[in-house]
């Protein structure tokens, strides 16, 4: 966590995590089914990077683009009638970039039974100027410990993306190296 008394001159001021958190809501229709007839999945992944994006232009206070989709996971059908809640959060910044995270929950619209969880995501965002060219972000300040918890747990997710990336990229130009030599 980047403590704003020790922040590099120039710096943007911290947000705290509540500051841009938002809630996205939409009940499934017919027109969204798969055909199992359960609504289809890129139906929830377009909800997600929706309210995701929201979430992100919210704080860095600007235009930000999904850079990936870290993690999407799928817990339960969602059903044509449900009620969609899909709830976003920045969990960590970087110097341009935000994790977000997303839960996905579900009720069914005419019933009073609670939402269930069913679907959780973690999206990677870059903030960029108006010629698309990486711009800072405000660090996230979070407060209540479920969001600390969320930092640390996004700061391990950014080491395994980062580590992920650099052994993919050096297996590649290993056997590049083979195919030139064989």
């Known amino acids: 966590m980047t403590d704003q008394a020790h922040a590099e001159p120039g710096a943007l001021p ?4 509540a500051v841009s958190r938002t809630t996205l809501s939409h009940i499934m229709s017919g027109n969204e089914t798969n055909l199992l007839g359960t609504v289809h999945g ?10 995701a994006g929201a979430v992100a232009g919210r704080h860095s206070e600007g235009p930000a683009v999904t850079a990936s989709m870290d993690e999407m996971v799928f817990l339960e059908p969602v059903r044509v009638g449900d009620l969609v809640h899909v709830k976003a959060q920045v969990n ?15 009720e069914r619209w005419n ?11 973690y999206l990677v965002f ?14 996230v300040v979070p407060e209540a410990e479920q969001d600390k918890r969320r ?3 996004a700061q391990i997710r950014r080491t395994h993306r980062l580590a992920r990336r650099r052994e993919i990229k050096e297996l590649r130009a290993r056997r590049r190296t083979e195919e030139s030599e064989g």
């Open 14 to 17: 911290g947000k705290p995590t």
């Open 111 to 121: 019933e009073s039974t609670p939402a269930s969880h069913v679907g959780s995501a």
């Open 42 to 51: 890129g139906v929830i992944m377009k909800l997600v990077d929706d309210a």
């Open 126 to 139: 870059a903030a960029v100027d108006e010629d698309g060219r990486p711009r800072p972000v405000p660090q």
């Open 92 to 106: 960590w910044t970087g110097r341009s970039s935000m994790e977000v995270g997303v839960r996905v929950l579900a």
């Open 151 to 153: 930092y640390q747990e």
